[in-house]
């Protein structure tokens, strides 16, 4: 791809960043690779969405500065070290979209097996320790994920995605702020049913039978190795369901002296809120 091509490429993707609120005033930051040995980066201090093909920085790949009137990205230390560690990747976009921000800030892994699609192209979506934006630190974080993962969640910060080209890359924010949405309603709702390991493993060759090329298999959910990815999913077939919160438990409708099983195996008993008037008067009158 031709440099006035990947400049344009660049200007578009932000704009589609800030039209969807993945950022906000000038945060967020995109970088190509233009050959071997330089990067085309977004400058610093610059709203995502306004940008011209002229604004862009040439740097070579310890970050000094080739070309351009403007200084690099202050993200720049995290696009080099993603480039160091994965040299099929060449393209890399950073963003703070809200939901899957929300998720980074709760301390909560976007790595439950429930969407095929997010299984077969992400695969999980892990949370980068938290570093203080800018620093050494947070290469360091991200250095830990990125050789198995397309995708993270940056603690309290963001998340992080790269890929062959620049608007593989970009999809990969759209899928896990789509991903994060979804999963906060269903949340909301009280339950997730997961799908079964036997079906990830299924789509896990789907990958191959559609050429998707992820960096890392998919691994069982204990397992502690960075050279793979951890998705929860119950082994055995049918589906498992998370436990709804107990706030919702609380407000059961079922029918009286239904008891629901959990998964701890410890029992509850639902009551409507006539029936828990009635136990509460009969109590009262008996103290009496
Ligand atoms: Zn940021």
């Known amino acids: 791809m031709s440099e006035s091509s990947l400049r344009a490429d660049i200007v578009e993707v932000g704009r589609r960043m800030y039209a969807r609120g993945y950022t906000a005033s000038n945060d967020g930051n995109i970088s190509v690779r233009l050959d071997a040995s330089r990067l085309l980066m977004t400058p610093k201090s610059v709203c995502k969405g306004f940008m011209t093909p002229d604004m862009m920085c040439i740097t070579d790949l310890e970050g000094r500065k080739l070309q351009g009137d403007r200084d690099p990205s202050s993200e720049t230390l995290m696009h080099l070290e993603v480039y160091r560690q994965r040299p099929d990747v060449q393209a890399v976009v950073h963003a703070h979209p809200p939901t899957a ?8 892994p976007l790595d439950r097996a429930v969407l095929a ?12 320790e938290y570093a203080t934006p800018s620093t050494r630190e947070l290469p360091e974080a991200v250095r830990q994920y990125i050789k198995a993962h397309d995708g993270m969640l940056l603690a309290n910060h963001g998340a992080l995605t790269v890929g062959a080209d620049l608007f593989a890359a970009y999809y990969k924010m759209e899928t896990i702020e789509h991903f994060a949405k979804i999963s906060l309603v269903a ?37 502690e190795d960075e050279s793979c990815q951890v ?23 079922a029918s009286f002296g239904e008891a629901s099983a959990k998964a701890d195996g410890e029992r509850e008993i639902r009551l409507t809120y006539r029936e828990l008037s ?7 009158r008996a103290l009496r």
């Open 278 to 284: 009635a136990l509460i008067e009969d109590a009262i």
């Open 187 to 223: 949340r909301m709702l009280g339950r997730e049913n997961l799908l079964s390991r036997e079906e990830v493993t299924r789509l896990q060759d789907l990958r191959g039978a559609y050429g998707i090329k992820a960096p890392a298999p998919i691994c069982a959910e204990t397992a």
């Open 231 to 253: 998705v929860q999913a119950p082994a055995g077939a049918g589906r498992r369901l998370v436990p709804d919160p107990p706030s919702l438990a609380q407000r059961g409708h």
């Open 101 to 108: 921000t929300g998720f980074a800030v709760a301390g909560i």
């Open 117 to 128: 699609e997010v299984l077969t192209t992400l695969g999980s979506i892990p949370i980068a």
